[in-house]
């Protein structure tokens, strides 16, 4: 069982940077990969980024590729998400999310997820 808590959202300006994080609890943090999704009003929750259980292995989606960057610390149970030059079209709320030890990008491998913390972007 793992639970997940994201902090760091908020509101900010076009071209800015926020750092997400997700802290977990449970002594099995480093055995799972982690994901990043994002969920914009009326639309489908999205992979955003994946990190293996090692670190080792990185994926993110075309949308964010080159601004975003994924890292884990598993000494501390957190997994980060750092987001530059940011975009509108990155509103959304964020979700961090765990599944096995390697990154999938559907939503449905994922097994536990936190509650979301709001981006927003303005132009």
């Known amino acids: 069982q793992v639970q997940l808590v994201e902090s760091g959202g908020g509101l900010v300006e076009g071209g800015g940077s926020l750092r997400l994080s997700c802290a977990a609890s449970?002594?099995?943090?480093?055995?799972?990969?982690m994901g990043w999704f994002r969920q914009a009003p009326g639309k489908e929750r999205e992979f955003v980024a994946g990190i293996s259980w090692s670190g080792g292995s990185t994926y993110y989606a075309d949308s964010v590729k080159g601004r975003f960057t994924i890292s884990r610390d598993n000494a501390k149970n957190t997994v980060y998400l750092q987001m530059n030059s940011l975009k509108p079209e990155d509103t959304a709320v964020y979700y961090c999310a765990a599944t096995g030890p390697w990154v999938v990008t559907p939503k449905w491998e994922y097994d536990y997820w936190g509650q979301g913390t709001q981006v927003t972007v303005s132009s």
């Open positions: 449970g002594r099995t943090f480093r055995s799972y990969a």
